[in-house]
């Protein structure tokens, strides 16, 4: 935590556009120095986000945690590229390389000619039922 009557002293521009110095609380020195982090990762999240609308706050919540996450991921990805001096995708293409990765070979399409449990008897079907005793 901030002692708050720890003040350090910063260059603002005054209205004739001349620099002077400026004394400051500790706190609002760090806070304008590492907001750039978060203002990243906010633009980061609009610009390709899955949000959509809706009524249900747990699906708000559950998209938030999803776009949160794909982009730390790509945020370690970067830093790894960089750190091996290799090209890295833009935010796009590894979005897009990671939902292709993601559904690989599925398709919700039927398959032609393709029923459940054709060719299967019918007493084999109704195998695992128990059977029906009546009493009379």
Not at 47 to 54: E, G, L, V
């Amino acid at each position: 935590m901030h002692n708050p009557s720890k003040q350090r002293s910063v260059l603002r521009t005054n209205k004739r556009g001349e620099r002077e110095s400026v004394n400051c609380p500790e706190s609002i020195v760090d806070y304008n120095t590492f907001m750039g982090g978060v203002d990243k990762f906010v633009q980061l999240m609009s610009s390709y986000s899955i949000a959509q609308k809706s009524r249900r706050w747990w699906l708000k919540l559950f998209d938030y945690f999803i776009d949160t996450a794909i982009v730390n991921s790509y945020v370690m990805y970067k830093d790894s590229a960089k750190k091996q001096r290799r090209r890295y995708l833009s935010h796009l293409e590894f979005r897009s390389q990671l939902i292709n990765e993601m559904i690989g070979n599925f398709c919700s399409r039927k398959r032609k000619g393709y029923r459940p449990g054709a060719g299967v008897g019918r007493e084999t079907s109704t195998r695992w039922l128990p059977k029906m005793q009546f009493v009379s």
